[in-house]
């Protein structure tokens, strides 16, 4: 086994440092402060000194408990490196699954949505899907519990845009042409009744023209997103010390 790295435990053994230092001014003060009560000193004087000698005795103590406690969490840590190690790692793959970084499958539902065909009744764009179309059933979808979507294959993620380029509809950049296909993992029965209910979003676009379908699955596959990500202006706020 490696032995502990000292760059891993900095902050604990400076901790241990600085606790030990005050620990050692203490002592000398208080036996300093002792050696200066004889008898030429007043009794108000005396009292005033042994009372501040309690209180430097009762810091005395509270430090050294600091210290052994220090001392125990140091230990901890050489010790349960692995299952730190283990735990890292655990949270590491929990936070690329929220970001999108990584493919996820599930139960969930397929949406399919498509334009009616220009030969069924009049107009160019009255019977189209619009980039609002989508957006609004990202937006069901999600608040209808939906853990992770995609449209035509490009993952929906926080940074991603979904609008109007010409007569395409962009998503993370990608031209994307119909017939869309939303997937969404979540609960496959409140993510249909978050579309289906009467009146609501699935209702209004097929009054609109618009073919739009939606289908429970037991088993998902969601991609992962797969483009750069950089962030050039936003930064970790730094916490309070």
Do not use: C
Request: aromatic share 6%; no cysteine; proline share 5%.
């Amino acid at each position: 086994m490696n032995k502990p790295s000292l760059k891993t435990n900095i902050p604990l053994f400076f901790s241990i440092l600085l606790v030990s230092m005050a620990l050692g001014l203490m002592v000398a003060f208080q036996f300093r402060t002792a050696g200066r009560v004889d008898s030429g000193v007043p009794y108000d004087r005396v009292q005033l000194l042994t009372t501040e000698l309690r209180q430097i005795e009762r810091e005395y103590s509270t430090l050294f408990s600091e210290a052994i406690d220090l001392e125990d969490k140091l230990a901890k840590a050489d010790k349960g490196r692995p299952e730190a190690s283990q735990a890292v790692q655990e949270e590491l793959i929990k936070v690329r699954q929220m970001a999108g970084l990584t493919r996820l499958q599930g139960p969930g539902v397929e949406v399919s949505i498509a334009p009616m065909n220009k030969g069924d009744k009049p107009g160019d764009n009255l019977f189209t899907v619009r980039d609002e179309d989508l957006l609004r059933v990202i937006n069901e979808l999600r608040a209808s519990g939906a853990e992770a979507m995609s449209i035509n294959g490009q993952r929906i993620i926080s940074t991603t845009e979904i609008r109007l380029a010409g007569s395409f509809i962009d998503v993370n950049l990608t031209r994307i042409s119909p017939p869309y296909k939303v997937l969404a993992i979540g609960s496959p029965g409140q993510l249909e009744s978050g579309l289906l209910i009467k009146g609501g979003l699935v209702d209004t676009m097929q009054d609109w023209g618009i073919t739009v379908s939606v289908e429970r699955q037991d088993e998902i596959v969601v991609p992962a997103f797969y483009h750069n990500i950089n962030l050039e202006y936003a930064k970790p706020l730094k916490e309070a010390r």
